[in-house]
């Protein structure tokens, strides 16, 4: 990758609230609105939203209400999941949602999707755990006929949609959909189905091995690369003794969600103290010359995105520190 070869920066926000960090909910939410668009004056083009429910620390459970709040906040941003659990929607609505929220950002909508691995949401949600392949296939297939202005009558093992049309129009046609997983039955679905893939580096890897397998162009892949503890600081070891509380708190809430069932996807997981996380290498803080090495080590991939990871319960303005020597010292790295 040469630094004229452009990448997107962005931010996942989880809008977690952890209790030994905790503030008012509206402050909460009022405050990471303008870390959004603060991030955006630094010249960040990317926010995206993570779903999740049941969660204690009130892990963001309404992404594109969130979204819709961010793009009346930034005019130039593209405004993504990573990702939606695509099996808790209905088809219809989700196709209605978003091209509204397309509409209302002139665009810059793009929907990033997966399967979910939690029992517990699925069940919260009354949705058959079981189903959750079958019913995200049948709305890989039904969402861009209702964009494309179809009138859509549909009778699957899933869905049964008479008359079902969209009366709304997304700009060019239909909304951009980024699929997300870890098995390569997920990570097939995007190739077959979906615009794009997003995930962790390694799952990244596996979408465009399978693309090639399946006899696609490479040079036609579309790739969202989210690193979930790729941080930056000009005294690493510094900002370890900093951010590690807070990233050990998505560790453990992680680990203890794989613990519930074996849910699929959070395996790999494991709780741990402050001090074993601290020397567990997780938490990957480079300075900005590592890290420009470290974006240049993806080139293979061609990300069009690298999605950071926001701290969850950082206070804004540290937020807002790390986001500045990201946007000063890698990002002009890579502009064209």
Same mark, same amino acid.
Not at 1 to 18: D, H, K, S, V
Not at 62 to 68: E, K, N, Q, R
């Given at each position: 990758? $040469?630094?004229?070869?452009?990448?997107?920066?962005?931010?996942?926000?989880?809008?977690?609230?952890?209790p030994f960090a905790a503030r008012p909910w509206p402050q909460f939410y009022a405050? @990471?609105?303008?870390?959004?668009? /603060? $991030? /955006?004056?630094?010249?960040?083009?990317?926010?995206?939203?993570?779903?999740?429910?049941?969660?204690?620390?009130?892990?963001?459970?309404?992404?594109?209400?969130?979204?819709?709040?961010?793009?009346?906040? =930034? &005019?130039?941003?593209?405004?993504?999941? *990573?990702? @939606?659990?695509?099996?808790?929607?209905?088809?219809?609505?989700?196709?209605?949602?978003?091209?509204?929220?397309?509409?209302? &950002?002139?665009?810059?909508?793009?929907?990033? @999707?997966g399967l979910g691995y939690r029992r517990k949401e699925a069940a919260a949600m009354g949705v058959d755990f079981r189903t959750r392949a079958g019913r995200f296939t049948e709305m890989l297939q039904i969402m861009p006929r209702l964009w494309a202005g179809e009138t859509v009558d549909w009778d699957g093992r899933h869905f049964h949609l008479e008359g079902a049309r969209v009366t709304l129009t997304p700009p060019g046609g239909r909304v951009? @959909?980024?699929i997300g997983g870890f098995a390569d039955k997920a990570i097939m679905r995007a190739v077959t189905l979906g615009?794009?893939?997003v995930g962790p580096p390694e799952a990244c890897e596996r979408y465009v091995q399978l693309r090639a397998e399946a006899g696609c162009d490479p040079a036609t892949a579309r790739v969202r690369v989210y690193d979930p503890t790729f941080v930056v600081a000009d005294d690493p070891a510094e900002a370890?003794?900093?951010?590690?509380?807070?990233?050990?708190?998505?560790?453990? &809430?992680?680990? *203890?969600?794989?613990? #519930?069932?074996?849910?699929? *996807?959070? =395996?790999? =997981? $494991?709780?741990?103290?402050?001090?074993?996380?601290?020397? &567990? *290498? #997780?938490?990957?803080?480079? $300075?900005?010359? #590592?890290?420009?090495?470290?974006?240049?080590?993806?080139?293979?991939?061609?990300?069009?995105?690298?999605?950071?990871?926001m701290p969850t319960g950082l206070p804004p303005e540290r937020l807002v520190h790390y986001a500045e020597i990201f946007a000063r010292k890698v990002m002009p790295a890579f502009r064209p």
């Open positions: 990758m $040469t630094a004229q070869q452009a990448i997107e920066f962005g931010y996942l926000y989880a809008l977690r609230n952890p405050e @990471m609105l303008d870390v959004a668009a /603060e $991030t /955006e004056r630094l010249g960040f083009t990317v926010a995206c939203m993570s779903e999740h429910h049941l969660s204690d620390d009130g892990h963001l459970c309404s992404p594109l209400i969130v979204l819709t709040a961010i793009a009346m906040r =930034t &005019s130039r941003m593209r405004l993504t999941n *990573g990702v @939606m659990l695509g099996p808790l929607y209905d088809p219809l609505r989700l196709a209605e949602d978003s091209a509204t929220l397309a509409i209302i &950002s002139n665009g810059r909508l793009d929907l990033g @999707m951009p @959909m980024f615009d794009g893939f370890v003794e900093e951010l590690a509380p807070y990233f050990l708190h998505v560790n453990n &809430s992680y680990a *203890g969600w794989a613990a #519930e069932d074996g849910a699929l *996807g959070a =395996t790999g =997981t $494991t709780p741990m103290t402050l001090d074993a996380y601290k020397a &567990s *290498g #997780e938490l990957h803080v480079f $300075t900005p010359d #590592e890290a420009i090495a470290h974006i240049r080590g993806m080139a293979h991939l061609r990300p069009e995105q690298v999605i950071l990871p």
